[in-house]
């Protein structure tokens, strides 16, 4: 499996002033927008006037944007021929934990422009290696993190499978600013291709998804059957850490202020911000696992898209207060995924994903993030990928 490997400074550098040029020419178009909209003398209400603006206006507003990328291809070629003199150069967590959190706001962006800060979905294996078994455990991180991150408070979910019940634990890296669809159908692709190379025959899958990565992973299982991948089939169980299967309020909210933002035509440019937030954010409003969800307001329940047949699934929520009796408990979860969210259960029974009340707990004085690394998280993973006990006779 590919590990992590150096990071090359020059891309760095190259992603950063690429990023800045689009900026810089997204900032000029959104107030070329609003420059546009208020000389029209448009009414608060009324509806604004489309295209670039014209005359001198329209040519100052081009010169800039013209200027920003000659000025964005030049600085390119000016650290293309740094390349010699940089190198690689390794610059530890940090930097991984950071181009996680760009990824995560705006890696869709990077993505499709070809940026080098762009993630790269990969398949690590972590130090100190594992020998490998046939049974292979997978962790899934979540929006804006990275597989580095599973390792918190000393505390590695698959390292200590590996220890105690045998998994050989792979950590997906992924870019989280991408659609949540994008993400399964390349993933289900990459899992076909690890059961195909695995150097012992592959007996039995797990899959450990954190917050979105719970997300990824159902996605990946609804594309593989789809495009007839044989791994499912070995696909035994899959664990939901702070899921959100039916969404999370602050992407909500979020939708609202756009919404709010776009009512009339002074304000309306400005509503441009808001879709800075990566594709991937935008799918954590309801949910969304393919690409038909793109744009729904909601998934209705023909569109919803049901727990991998054959496979054991189960779900941990988390309150940060002692007990979900507390309506703000109950609302808020674990600070980020509320309760009944991150257990796939919904107002509307048709909606509802159905895990049997026995593979769901709710753990209390815990935020999302503790879902990583407290004990009693790992204790309730390892008593259900345990291997069940036989039944003692009479």
């Avoid at 499996?1 to 000029?28: K, N």
């Avoid at 590996?162 to 659609?179: D, Q």
Wanted: charge should be negative; proline fraction near 6%.
């Amino acid at each position: 499996m590919p590990d992590t490997q150096p990071a090359d400074l020059t891309d760095d550098l190259r992603g950063v002033s690429r990023l800045t040029i689009d900026a810089i020419i997204g900032v000029t178009d959104l107030v070329e927008a609003m420059h546009r909209n208020i000389a029209s003398g448009s009414s608060l209400l009324g509806q604004a006037p489309e295209g670039p603006s014209s005359g001198i206006s329209g040519l100052v507003y081009s010169s800039v944007r013209g200027v920003t990328r000659l000025v964005g291809k030049s600085l390119d070629v000016a650290l293309r021929s740094l390349i010699p003199d940089l190198g690689q150069t390794g610059m530890g967590p940090g930097r991984d934990a950071l181009l996680a959190a760009l990824n995560g706001v705006t890696g869709d962006h990077l993505a499709d422009s070809g940026n080098p800060l762009a993630i790269a979905m990969q398949l690590r294996e972590h130090e100190p290696a594992h020998a490998a078994t046939g049974k292979l455990a997978i962790l899934v991180h979540g929006l804006c993190m990275n597989d580095q991150q599973w390792l918190r408070n000393g505390h590695d979910h698959g390292a200590a499978l590996a220890r105690e019940l045998g998994y050989s634990p792979l950590y997906l890296s992924y870019n989280s600013g991408r659609h949540i669809s994008v993400n399964g159908r390349e993933f289900t692709q990459q899992l076909q291709e690890l059961v195909a190379r695995w150097p012992v025959p592959v007996e039995e899958l797990v899959i450990i998804g954190h917050s979105m990565g719970g997300l990824v992973a159902r996605s990946a299982c609804h594309y593989a059957v789809a495009d007839g991948h044989d791994w499912l089939v070995l696909l035994k169980k899959m664990v939901f850490l702070g899921t959100p299967h039916h969404g999370a309020p602050l992407e909500q909210a979020g939708s609202v202020i756009d919404l709010l933002l776009g009512a009339t035509p002074y304000s309306a440019p400005l509503a441009r911000i808001g879709l800075v937030r990566s594709a991937g954010i935008q799918d954590l409003r309801h949910g969304n696992l393919t690409d038909e969800h793109w744009g729904r307001k909601r998934p209705n329940a023909s569109q919803q898209v049901s727990l991998p047949s054959g496979v054991q699934c189960y779900a941990i929520a988390a309150v940060q207060g002692d007990t979900t009796q507390r309506v703000r408990n109950k609302v808020l979860g674990d600070g980020l995924v509320p309760v009944d969210s991150a257990l796939g259960q919904h107002p509307r029974a048709s909606h509802s994903l159905g895990f049997p009340p026995d593979n769901t707990r709710v753990l209390p004085h815990m935020n999302h993030f503790d879902l990583l690394s407290r004990d009693e998280v790992y204790q309730q993973i390892l008593d259900w990928l345990s291997p069940a006990k036989p039944t003692p006779t009479a």
